[in-house]
């Protein structure tokens, strides 16, 4: 790994000092659009940099958008609107479940994905039906990957292998959506066991989904950070867990290895709890379970370190 320099997170404006990120959502997304979603895609500048202004009213500092390639992640557009509105984003390379992607779109990267994301980290991003534009976008400051239900399949196993080398070759914090919360144990030890990633650059998404607290537990025992993510999605009615699961994880000492983030991922979602609900009504509700110090590090300190990393100069 060729690495140098004090560590730094890279947003779409630039690396900064972690200690700037501030109050942090640390898994969001103001653009998203799937063919699994026709119909529902975030594809809206001027929606997205609303929600982006209203996070920001509401206390926020920093948004970490999980949009891989492929999936309309818009990282010109994040530019600029995190500039205007004065909220620091980080933007994502690497590839989600193959279901989400035209055949097309696919055939571009699934070749070359390790070059493809180590470029998206270190030169610039480029939209996915553009490859032969100039890579005039904002650096990715992560690499999102995902796994399959209960299970590693063979695209996930393509894709974190090439998320692994990129981070070995960047130091790129590598982000996982975890299909509806289950084979977190399989990613670790696929990911940190096999493929050599230290677990302090591993994010586990959506471990809210599968509220089992021993599985939670074995999991943070591994080092890695758990995010939890989505609350108050009407289609995921595990919300009611939620506390019980992140007070267990912080009294087995697990507090400093715990994220939050809002995981909009569809335009009704926009209209339903998401980034601000984090700071209105999630994280007040946590202080009062938990206490302020506790609730601070899941929104300050513990993002501050899972996203940053000594990037190549």
Request: proline share 6%.
């Amino acid at each position: 790994m060729f690495v140098t320099g004090e560590p730094e997170v890279r947003t779409v404006l630039g690396d900064i000092d972690p200690a700037e990120l501030g109050v942090t959502n640390s898994h969001d997304h103001l653009f998203f659009a799937s063919k699994l979603l026709p119909g529902q895609e975030l594809d809206d500048p001027i929606a997205a940099a609303h929600a982006l202004l209203e996070f920001k009213m509401r206390g926020g500092a920093a948004l970490v958008q999980w949009t891989p390639y492929g999936l309309t992640r818009r990282t010109r557009d994040l530019a600029w609107m995190s500039e205007e509105v004065g909220v620091h984003v980080v933007a994502a390379t690497g590839l989600h479940r193959v279901e989400h992607y035209a055949p097309v779109i696919l055939g571009r990267v699934i070749d070359g994905l390790v070059k493809e994301f180590v470029a998206d980290l270190t030169e610039g991003t480029q939209p996915a039906d553009l490859p032969d534009e100039p890579r005039t976008g904002p650096r990715a400051g992560l690499v999102k990957v995902a796994g399959a239900f209960h299970t590693i399949d063979s695209h996930a196993r393509l894709t974190m292998t090439a998320a692994a080398v990129a981070h070995q070759e960047t130091g790129a914090p590598i982000a996982v959506h975890l299909e509806l919360g289950t084979a977190g144990l399989e990613t670790v030890e696929l990911l940190c066991g096999k493929l050599d990633v230290p677990p302090d650059k591993v994010i586990l998404g959506h471990l809210n989904r599968n509220p089992d607290p021993r599985l939670q537990r074995k999991i943070a025992e591994t080092g890695v950070f758990l995010g939890f993510d989505g609350p108050s999605r009407a289609n995921h009615a595990t919300d009611w867990r939620l506390f019980d699961g992140l007070e267990a994880l912080v009294a087995a000492g697990h507090g400093g290895q715990l994220l939050l983030g809002g995981d909009t991922t569809t335009a009704a979602a926009r209209d339903q709890p998401g980034a601000s609900y984090l700071l209105t009504t999630l994280a007040p509700r946590l202080t009062e379970h938990l206490g302020g110090d506790v609730v601070t590090a899941m929104l300050v300190a513990n993002p501050a370190r899972a996203f940053a990393t000594s990037w190549p100069k």
